[in-house]
């Protein structure tokens, strides 16, 4: 076994296609309760979170640019909070403050879980994540990047190097139901984004399917129905309430040991309702 | 399956030999390097009784590779008082005049926790303070005296930097 602790995203490539089956470390926090518990063996592991090229957000004409390995507690903060509020409310509600010190954005990519709690924002926000590997680099958006529960489309010697997402003009949320309102796991989650210029209206939902989901048709109807303005949207409360119904058609959820499908679907409608709500006006 | 390397730890080199390279960094501590201020209870990263300072940033050490972590500035509650062997800082004097100590397990990860919160923000709120320790949990004080010592700590601070 060896530990390699990469300088910049060149030499975690060449690390990765040099040791085939190396595990990426990033901020840990999902790979190590793993590693603690005996549940997972490591081979050799390439570190990658001391790379400078890969931590950071830097604002990119209309979109923002975010290092594969920044953590969740530079999330929270400008330029995210200023740029794509939805992010940093769903950065804030990550774990502790000694998780979202370490926990990475890329690593939540990664780990596919479909309640990581970034997921959601980056579909309802349309972002694209950038993998890289021997073979160059591709971009694929946040849509078609899962493929499975704690499965994407990285491939052994690849690496989330960054996220693109999108600027828009409009109000955000980041909703999320769980036991408790502290370091908690999704039993349902929902991010919404409104884009007042495009006049759209763009929905993630986590923890409710085997992979992050959109709601594509509940979107298009709620924008077909809203009455726009430059400065803000008009919705009439009994198409907020269609609205949730149509949301939670979207999800689909299973029972497993942190909650039922019947509640998770009950627990999108309502939250789909309030996060429109928030928008309106 | 084993190596050795070094850690930079409270100020000095501690170099670590015949060590499974899979090692959390509390393990390492605790196990190798004689620290045990580190506590392991869920090691995974949910009750902050591990926290520990990685370049200056709180985090589980639970959660930390130690053998990813040679270059950095590693501080445990140890090390929070470099200069005087054995004396106290104003946090941990705060804890224990407040009686914010019931069992002391999650005592020191609290004391690292609210360390890395009076560097950043000498002036906390009630509102700062309660978030700043929200990943250290305490089954026995209700925490009300913990908010307390902190205040204490606080003032005590400012006052010595006076």
């Not at chain 1, 470390?25 to 790379?51: F, K, P, Q, W």
């Not at chain 1, 010190?101 to 950038?130: F, I, K, M, Q, R």
């Not at chain 1, 929905?203 to 298009?220: H, K, M, T, Y």
Request: a negative charge.
């Amino acid at each position: 076994m060896s530990v390699i602790i990469p300088d910049s995203v060149e030499a975690a490539i060449a690390a990765l296609a040099a040791h085939p089956g190396a595990t990426v470390l990033a901020g840990g926090s999902d790979l190590m309760v793993e590693v603690n518990d005996g549940r997972r063996t490591l081979a050799d592991v390439v570190s990658i979170g001391r790379i400078p090229e890969l931590a950071g957000v830097r604002l990119d004409d209309d979109e923002l640019v975010i290092g594969g390995a920044t953590t969740f507690a530079r999330l929270e903060r400008d330029p995210v909070a200023a740029y794509a509020p939805a992010l940093a409310y769903a950065a804030r509600t990550v774990g502790s403050p000694q998780i979202r010190n370490a926990a990475t954005l890329g690593g939540n990519l990664a780990t596919a879980s479909p309640a990581g709690d970034s997921l959601p924002v980056l579909l309802a926000l349309g972002a694209s994540v950038v993998v890289a590997g021997a073979a160059g680099e591709r971009r694929v958006p946040a849509a078609e990047f899962f493929i499975g529960p704690k499965r994407s489309v990285v491939q052994p010697g690849e690496l989330v190097v960054a996220v693109h997402v999108p600027v828009r003009r409009g109000p955000q949320d980041y909703l999320k139901a769980g036991v408790r309102n502290a370091m908690v796991i999704a039993v349902a989650s929902i991010a919404i984004a409104v884009d007042l210029d495009a006049r759209t209206v763009g929905i993630g939902l986590g923890s409710v399917g085997p992979v992050p989901l959109g709601a594509p048709d509940a979107c298009e109807w709620i924008a077909g129905r809203a009455r726009w303005r430059a400065d803000g949207l008009d919705v009439d409360e009994r198409d907020v309430v269609d609205f949730g119904d149509r949301v939670a058609r979207a999800a689909r959820p299973i029972d497993d040991h942190r909650s039922t499908a019947d509640y998770r679907r009950h627990a999108v409608t309502v939250m789909a309702r309030r996060a429109l709500r928030r928008c309106v006006g | 399956m084993s190596e050795t390397y070094a850690l930079h730890v409270n100020g000095k080199d501690h170099p670590v030999t015949d060590a499974w390279l899979g090692e959390s960094l509390l393990y390492v501590l605790r196990e190798r390097l004689g620290f045990p201020g580190a506590k392991a209870g869920c090691e995974q990263g949910e009750c902050g009784s591990c926290s520990v300072l990685v370049d200056g940033t709180l985090v589980c050490a639970c959660l930390v590779l130690a053998a990813a972590s040679v270059g950095v500035e590693i501080t445990t509650v140890e090390g929070l008082q470099p200069d005087a062997r054995g004396a106290v800082s104003e946090v941990q004097r705060a804890f224990v005049e407040t009686g914010a100590v019931q069992c002391g397990f999650c005592t020191p990860g609290l004391i690292v926790a609210v360390h890395a919160l009076l560097e950043r923000d000498p002036e906390p709120d009630d509102l700062a303070i309660r978030e700043a320790i929200s990943g250290n949990l305490c089954r026995c004080t209700g925490y009300g005296r913990i908010l307390e010592a902190v205040g204490v700590a606080a003032a005590k601070r400012r006052e010595a930097a006076r």
